[in-house]
Each structure stands twice: as C-alpha cells, then as structure tokens.
C-alpha cells in the first residue's frame, strides 16, 4: 500500500528555535496534505490543509505566522514550528489522501515535539 | 455540536470475544463518509474499515465490521473475535463530501480498548 514518511520522528528543541517536520509520499503523488496535532490521550486535531502550487488552509484557531508550511512538490510538504514553546509539544502526523481511492488517507507515522 | 461522537472512553474484552465500540455522527450533508483507525501505542494511524453514505451494505473487512445505522447516524465498530494485539486506541472519523482531494476528516475523541487474556 501507499507510504507516507515523516522525518523526524521525534525532535528536541530550546524554547524559541524553530522546527520543521517533513512528510512525504513515497510512491505517490499528493497535490493536498493535512497536518493534524495530537495532544496526549487526545484526539487529532486538524490544523492545516496543504496544498501544493498554493498557500495553505489553517483551521480556526491556528496561527498561521507560526506554523508555517509550505508544500513545495507532489511529494512533499513541511510544518515549521516557529519559535517553539513547551506549549507546542505534541504529536504532528501528517496524511495524503489517495487520489485513486479517496475513500483512504495514508498517515505517517507521527513527529513527537518536545519542547524544553 | 460535535459532528462525531465517541462515548466510550474505555472499553475492556475478553481475549477471543466480540467488541462495539461505538460511534455516532452529525451531518446535513447526504454524502459523506465514515472512517475507523486504530492508533497502537506506537502513535501510527491504521486505516481499519469505510463505510459510504450511500453504501447499501455495511462493510466488512476481515474481522472488522462496521454497524451503520443511517437513521441513527451511527456507524459503530465491531471487532470479532479479539485478539491481545488489538489493545489500542480506536477513533472513528467523518469525511464530509463526495471525496476530494480537499475533504478533510473530522475525527472522535476515541476508545481506549484493551483486551484481556
């Protein structure tokens, strides 16, 4: 089946530095991702739609200043946490949705942020 | 109003025993779609089972059915014949839409399901 990856798969990061997770498709092509966060015992959280050759969609609520992301091929696209604070500390997974079966999204397998 | 539901954070089976874990919807849209994925500890989302509004049959997929109840909005898991591996969080989700590439889900707060020798 399709393959999405995420890298890295858990971070450490100072209060203030910035972050950036890549997902990936790795024998498809995805023109949309989605970002989600998962705090813990909580479920996921959308926080942005991706699309490539265009901005990104946020959901309400999230600032798109600091959560930057950028879908920069078919293949892949970034979150950049932006001057990261232990607030942010969560689970990012990202998905693609299969465009020959949109009845499935493909998740990666998840960015463990710990921020200190 | 929460478009999905979950009422059950927990549930415990019995090893080789059925489970429901259940799961209740919101929508005025006629078309949509119903998801259910299983987060092992390990954090990865797997793809479990789809159900289509306008799906006539419930779907299967090996051990896995889903109940749906369109009346009811309610499309509720059943895992047959439980296995100790299948310990693990469970959340049910609603695509709203025909499909796109731009649908986005909307997931439950998820079950807590673990299963017992």
């Known amino acids: 089946g399709a393959v999405v990856s995420q890298h890295p798969s858990w971070v450490i990061c100072k209060s203030g530095t910035s972050v950036k997770i890549e997902c990936r498709s790795l024998?498809?092509?995805?023109?949309?991702m989605f970002w989600y966060r998962q705090f813990p015992k909580q479920s996921l959280m959308l926080m942005a739609t991706?699309?490539?050759?265009?901005?990104?969609?946020?959901e309400q609520g999230v600032e798109k200043d600091k959560f930057l992301i950028n879908h920069a091929s078919l293949t892949l696209s970034t979150l950049t946490v932006t001057s990261a604070h232990p607030e942010d500390s969560s689970f990012y997974i990202c998905?693609?949705?299969?465009?020959?079966?949109?009845?499935?999204?493909?998740f990666g397998p998840g960015t463990r942020l710990t921020v200190t | 109003a929460q478009k999905i539901t979950q009422t059950q954070p927990g549930m415990f089976v019995q090893e080789k025993e059925a489970v429901t874990l259940d799961c209740t919807y919101d929508?005025?849209?006629?078309?949509?779609?119903l998801f259910w994925y299983k987060q092992p500890s390990s954090g990865e989302m797997i793809f479990l089972i789809y159900?289509?509004?306008?799906?006539?049959q419930n779907a299967t997929e090996g051990r896995y059915s889903l109940n749906f109840q369109k009346a009811r909005k309610s499309a509720n898991l059943v895992i047959s014949a439980s296995q100790l591996g299948d310990s693990a969080m469970y959340f049910c989700?609603?695509?709203?839409?025909?499909?796109?590439?731009?649908?986005?889900?909307?997931f439950g707060t998820g079950t807590r399901l673990q299963v017992f020798p």
């Open positions: 989700a609603m695509r709203e839409g025909r499909g796109s590439n731009t649908d986005k889900l909307i």
């Open positions: 991706s699309n490539e050759g265009s901005k990104a969609t946020y």
């Open positions: 998905s693609a949705p299969n465009s020959g079966s949109l009845n499935e999204q493909y």
């Open positions: 024998d498809f092509q995805a023109t949309t």
């Open positions: 929508t005025s849209d006629p078309s949509y779609g």
């Open positions: 159900q289509g509004s306008y799906d006539q």
